[in-house]
């Protein structure tokens, strides 16, 4: 199993990003899909997820109108689309993948640091 983000990097107050995971080793389509932030200091929290087949989505609440998770079950990825970014926004992004044969807390890409500051 592997998950691979790419997309962070340094972006002003009110910049947008969009943050990908290409995934691979398990069915994706079956899986739910999260994003992750850990900012220093702090822990690890839940900014948003999609579930499989039923495309629900759910966002942190500081998040919502401002992020966009979405996936392309084509190309086994999932995106973070982030407008309106906020230094508070500054963390390294992680994908997260649960289903079926997944680890209790399911599979963890590596991160992608994102900066918001002027």
């Known amino acids: 199993v592997q998950l691979v983000e790419s997309g962070g990097g340094l972006v002003q107050p009110g910049g947008s990003l969009r943050l990908s995971c290409a995934s691979s080793?398990?069915?994706?389509?079956?899986?739910?899909m999260s994003w992750y932030r850990q900012a220093p200091g702090q822990e690890r929290e839940v900014v948003a997820w999609?579930?499989?087949?039923?495309?629900?989505?759910n966002y942190l609440d500081s998040v919502k109108g401002r992020f966009t998770i979405s996936t392309d079950n084509a190309k086994n990825t999932v995106y973070l689309q982030m407008i309106s970014l906020k230094p508070e926004d500054t963390a390294v992004y992680f994908c997260n993948a649960r289903g079926p044969r997944s680890p209790k807390n399911g599979y963890w890409g590596q991160g992608t640091q994102v900066t918001v500051s002027s």
């Open positions: 999609i579930n499989n087949a039923g495309r629900i989505t």
């Open positions: 080793g398990f069915t994706f389509s079956s899986y739910t």
